[in-house]
């Protein structure tokens, strides 16, 4: 059974930095994509951005480009997101994801982006930018 875990969600001011964490356990194969998603209220899933775990290659939505960090950590199994000089507008659920098997697999919701197929996700952290 495949799990994937958020933490590090909350209430921040704008301007200010969080680091989301993503812990999985389950995956047997190597080298596939993990991503990190969001979800503002009332409005839909969006990415923000994904990281190779092969050989690191990483992919930013526009939004997010040079604010956002993506990293992994292989000897952990555990992706990161730092957030710097956050803005009210990225108020959001923001979700981990991990890549579809070449086999297929899912949990019933897939999303694709950057050329891959995101299809199992974790239970989301909230993330509130707000003074």
């Known amino acids: 059974m495949r799990w994937l875990v958020e933490s590090g969600g909350g209430l921040v001011q704008p301007g200010g930095s969080l680091r989301l964490s993503c812990a999985a356990s389950g995956y047997t194969y190597s080298n596939y994509s993990m991503g990190w998603f969001r979800q503002p209220p009332g409005d839909e899933r969006e990415g923000v951005a994904a990281?190779?775990?092969?050989?690191?290659?990483?992919y930013y939505a526009d939004f997010v480009k040079g604010r956002f960090t993506i990293s992994h950590d292989n000897a952990k199994n555990t992706m990161y997101l730092q957030m710097n000089s956050l803005k009210p507008e990225d108020t959001a659920m923001y979700y981990c994801?991990?890549?579809?098997?070449?086999?297929?697999?899912?949990?019933?919701?897939?999303?694709?982006?950057?050329?891959?197929?995101?299809?199992?996700w974790g239970q989301g952290t909230p993330v509130t930018v707000s003074s």
């Open positions: 990281i190779y775990t092969g050989d690191g290659t990483t």
């Open positions: 994801a991990a890549e579809s098997p070449p086999n297929g697999g899912s949990d019933g919701y897939l999303f694709v982006i950057w050329g891959r197929v995101f299809g199992y």
